[in-house]
Structure formats: structure tokens, C-alpha cells
């Protein structure tokens, strides 16, 4: 790709914006994630497993 790499020489780099990421938020934003997944997930799980699964397909 040597038309890229000319390109990108001569091009103004004012706006580039170099960022480093964050171990910690990173590892913060997973945890969460994690959690808010595992509540998804189990919420709907427990209440359904609550239910008479004859009645459940009664009314549906």
C-alpha cells in the first residue's frame, strides 16, 4: 500500500488523537458489564422457573 503510506505522510495530523487506554477502567467497565449481564440473564431465568409451565403455555 505505498499510495496509502504517501498519503498518509503528506496529510495534516493536527486532529489526531492518540489515546492510552486505562487498565483499571477497563477492568472497571468489565466488571460491570459482567454484572449487568448476569442480572439480565438471571432475572427472567428465576421468574420463569417460578411458574407452572402449564399455565405459562396456557396463556400464551
Request: aromatic share 8%; proline share 7%.
Amino acid at each position: 500500500m505505498p499510495i496509502y503510506s504517501e498519503i498518509y505522510k503528506t496529510a495534516n495530523h493536527e486532529g489526531d488523537l492518540f489515546l492510552t487506554p486505562s487498565f483499571t477502567i477497563l477492568g472497571v467497565s468489565f466488571v460491570i458489564l459482567t454484572v449487568v449481564d448476569l442480572i439480565s440473564g438471571l432475572l427472567p431465568a428465576i421468574r420463569a422457573s417460578k411458574l407452572n409451565p402449564v399455565e405459562a403455555l396456557r396463556h400464551e
